[in-house]
């Protein structure tokens, strides 16, 4: 297993970046898919972005496409969230998580994700 904990979360306004980091504790870390799923009061935890054991990202959120950059760093047991041109709709609480993906169409999905941080919040003020 491994434990997970997210930050750089914040206060930002339209149009600014954010990274968002998630480091993770545990030997096995490197085996772990990864992923960023984002929430908002009353709704569903939703797919943000993803990326393999090897560095590969799983295709993106089309929320996510062209502004966000997911990337890895097994040296530092870290995972990334690069999120440009930020907007009001983004504002929501980001969870890193790590999963075994049997499956890249798994990606997309919070159940096959078996470890969980606690989030980090993103606000975007208009």
């Known amino acids: 297993q491994v434990q997970l904990v997210e930050s750089g979360g914040g206060l930002v306004r339209i149009g600014d970046s954010l990274r968002l980091s998630c480091a993770a504790s545990?030997?096995?870390?490197?085996?772990?898919?990864v992923a960023w799923f984002r929430q908002t009061p009353g709704k569903e935890r939703e797919f943000v972005a993803a990326?393999?054991?090897?560095?590969?990202?799983?295709p993106y959120a089309d929320s996510a496409k062209g502004r966000f950059t997911i990337s890895r760093d097994n040296a530092k047991d870290r995972v990334y969230l690069q999120m440009n041109s930020l907007q009001p709709e983004d504002t929501a609480v980001y969870y890193c998580?790590?999963?075994?993906?049997?499956?890249?169409?798994?990606?997309?999905?919070?159940?096959?994700?078996?470890?969980w941080g606690q989030g980090t919040q993103v606000t975007v003020s208009s």
């Open positions: 545990g030997r096995t870390f490197g085996i772990y898919d």
């Open positions: 990326v393999s054991a090897t560095s590969r990202p799983y």
């Open positions: 998580a790590a999963g075994l993906l049997n499956e890249r169409t798994h990606a997309t999905s919070a159940r096959y994700y078996s470890q």
